[in-house]
């Protein structure tokens, strides 16, 4: 809210926003993206940039309007940009504001009609509405009648999501599912395959003993020559068959020993011992992983079978909203989500993967090592969860509803964002007939 003041009113506003907003980026993301320092000020200067995008809008149109009109220039202008990162660059939804309300379960219902965008929309309109008020002296009938706008839009949205929360999935079917990570420091050494695989079979052996009909190991957590995986895999077949439970194996399958290229495979084998899935990593992230990996296509995995419908993707895979919009369109039940973080991460990115569960009406189970793992409802609600930094066991168990509960965003995708880039054209033409 003020630095929109700042740069709406200052002389060399733009100037002064651009420097605060890109100087605060770089705070923020300094631990959290893994590049040379050369290489992350680049980074840093060019993704602060696209973020100010917004105020920038804000301070060439929003002026030239009048009315509420004025105050709807930065929201729309602030989810198409975010919309626009997300869809066209390898930064995926990473910096949406909608992230930022991870713990306020009613406004984040809002995803299960806008997407994420509709939570940033929000934020942003609430700075541009305390602008106008602080504009127009506060309490005239014009700012009042904007206020009054805000608060009957924000009144209309909390209540919705109070309702929706009022669901109760206990009388759903269940799933019992439970993640485990290994407890042996992961190296990307083949021939430490053998040792990290005893560690994870062992400790699912028991969790399998203790009811849990699914089970899923975290994202890379371990690593085969391509010449083995045939063998491991044939040892997951039998595991899964005797024990009668879904495996889900997330793992490196090196392509050859003179190269540092894998696969970033993820591998669903059910109780009948068939293999459902065989996925590669759709978004490897940026910088070191992207030039090391065999980027999949066409994701997400889908799995149909009498225990529900599954949809899954690896780690990062999560932070594109797009990829799992096929899975909520054909009512997937339960998203299964692998992953590979680290502290700076934790546990930021486990939030965000629940905002796609929320988005396509699906169960979340999220297996990470090196950052948070949980399982959430459709809603978002957290029904289990374990930090790996808290403690050495790295296991979760959890009993996850499986009955997909259909939403609009699954259904009619990007279609708000869309609008707010018409919305924001239509803003910048009535300006220039002025």
């Known amino acids: 809210m003020l630095l929109l003041r700042v740069v709406r009113v200052q002389r060399r506003g733009l100037a002064i926003g651009w420097l605060v907003f890109t100087l605060g980026w770089a705070v923020q993301w300094w631990e959290i993206i893994n590049l040379p320092r050369a290489w992350f000020f680049l980074v840093a200067l060019g993704c602060g940039t696209a973020g100010f995008v917004p105020y920038c809008a804000d301070r060439l149109i929003a002026r030239r309007l009048h009315g509420i009109a004025s105050t709807l220039v930065f929201p729309a202008a602030q989810a198409t940009t975010e919309w626009l990162l997300a869809t066209f660059t390898p930064n995926g939804s990473w910096g949406s504001l909608a992230y930022t309300q991870a713990n306020d379960l009613p406004l984040l219902q809002l995803a299960s009609i806008?997407?994420?965008?509709?939570?940033?929309?929000?934020?942003?309109?609430?700075?541009?509405?305390?602008?106008?008020?602080?504009?127009?002296?506060?309490?005239?009938?014009?700012?009042?009648?904007?206020?009054?706008?805000?608060?009957?839009?924000?009144?209309?949205?909390?209540?919705?999501?109070?309702?929706?929360?009022?669901?109760?999935?206990?009388?759903?079917?269940?799933?019992?599912?439970?993640?485990?990570?290994?407890?042996?420091?992961?190296?990307?050494?083949?021939?430490?395959?053998?040792?990290?695989?005893?560690?994870?079979?062992?400790?699912?052996?028991?969790?399998?003993?203790?009811?849990?009909?699914?089970?899923?190991?975290?994202?890379?957590?371990?690593?085969?020559?391509?010449?083995?995986?045939?063998?491991?895999?044939?040892?997951?077949?039998?595991?899964?068959?005797?024990?009668?439970?879904?495996?889900?194996?997330?793992?490196?399958?090196?392509?050859?020993?003179?190269?540092?290229?894998?696969?970033?495979?993820?591998?669903?084998?059910?109780?009948?011992?068939?293999?459902?899935?065989?996925?590669?990593?759709?978004?490897?992230?940026?910088?070191?992983?992207?030039?090391?990996?065999?980027?999949?296509?066409?994701?997400?995995?889908?799995?149909?079978?009498p225990d529900g419908r599954f949809a899954g993707g690896i780690c990062y895979d999560a932070d594109f909203p797009a990829l799992f919009q096929r899975a909520g369109r054909e009512d997937a039940d339960l998203l299964i989500v692998p992953a590979d973080d680290w502290r700076a991460i934790d546990p930021i990115h486990a939030r965000m993967t629940v905002l796609r569960g929320i988005e396509e009406g699906a169960s979340v189970v999220r297996a990470a090592m090196n950052g948070l793992s949980i399982a959430t409802d459709a809603y978002g609600r957290v029904i289990a969860s374990d930090d790996y930094f808290s403690g050495a066991d790295h296991t979760m168990i959890a009993t996850v509803p499986i009955a997909h509960v259909p939403t609009i965003y699954s259904r009619v995708g990007d279609t708000f964002a869309w609008l707010c880039a018409l919305g924001l054209v239509a803003l910048a033409l009535r300006t220039s007939r002025k």
């Open 114 to 305: 806008t997407g994420i965008y509709g939570v940033s929309f929000l934020i942003g309109w609430f700075a541009a509405i305390a602008n106008f008020a602080w504009e127009h002296r506060y309490w005239t009938p014009l700012s009042m009648r904007a206020v009054a706008t805000f608060v009957a839009t924000m009144t209309v949205v909390m209540g919705y999501g109070g309702l929706r929360l009022l669901a109760d999935s206990r009388d759903a079917r269940a799933l019992r599912a439970a993640t485990v990570a290994p407890s042996l420091p992961r190296a990307h050494d083949p021939t430490l395959a053998a040792e990290a695989l005893d560690d994870l079979y062992s400790r699912s052996t028991a969790l399998a003993a203790a009811g849990a009909k699914l089970i899923v190991w975290p994202e890379d957590s371990f690593f085969v020559d391509k010449r083995d995986e045939a063998t491991v895999l044939a040892h997951a077949v039998q595991f899964a068959q005797q024990r009668r439970i879904f495996l889900t194996l997330s793992y490196g399958a090196r392509l050859d020993a003179s190269t540092p290229r894998y696969e970033n495979k993820m591998t669903l084998v059910t109780p009948s011992g068939d293999v459902a899935w065989q996925y590669l990593k759709n978004h490897p992230v940026p910088g070191h992983e992207a030039s090391i990996v065999t980027r999949g296509e066409g994701g997400p995995a889908q799995f149909v079978s």
